[in-house]
């Protein structure tokens, strides 16, 4: 029911910035909780950053002052604002659409490499 397509990936220097959209078509997105997780060769995936339908916010320790999560239901969209990035971010981003009835749904993801 739920389409997710992630971009704004791309190249930036260490302390750069970049922000990534997650856009969702085909049901009702206000009422998932959105996250992104991020994931690079050969280690698991792993949470980033979550937000629920109440606009609740979550991150892992690693992201937290720098990174941050917002969704705007009119556009069914989420956002990932990323600030003063470190090459220890280098991973591909996945958008998941998740709700309590079990029903989850993941982008196909969008790169971001940080190195100079």
């Known amino acids: 029911q739920v389409q997710l397509v992630e971009s704004g990936g791309g190249l930036v220097q260490p302390g750069g910035s970049l922000r990534l959209s997650c856009a969702a078509s085909g049901s009702i997105f206000s009422i998932y909780t959105m996250s992104w997780h991020r994931q690079v060769p050969g280690e698991q995936r792993a949470l980033v950053a979550s937000?629920?339908?109440?606009?609740?916010?979550n991150y892992v320790d690693s992201v937290k002052g720098r990174f941050s999560i917002s969704r705007d239901n009119a556009k069914n969209t989420v956002y990932l604002q990323m600030n003063s990035l470190k090459p220890e971010d280098t991973a591909v981003y996945y958008c998941?659409?998740?709700?309590?009835?079990?029903?989850?749904?993941w982008g196909q993801g969008t790169q971001v490499t940080v190195s100079s």
């Open positions: 937000i629920t339908p109440g606009g609740i916010e």
């Open positions: 998941y659409a998740s709700r309590v009835s079990g029903s989850s749904y």
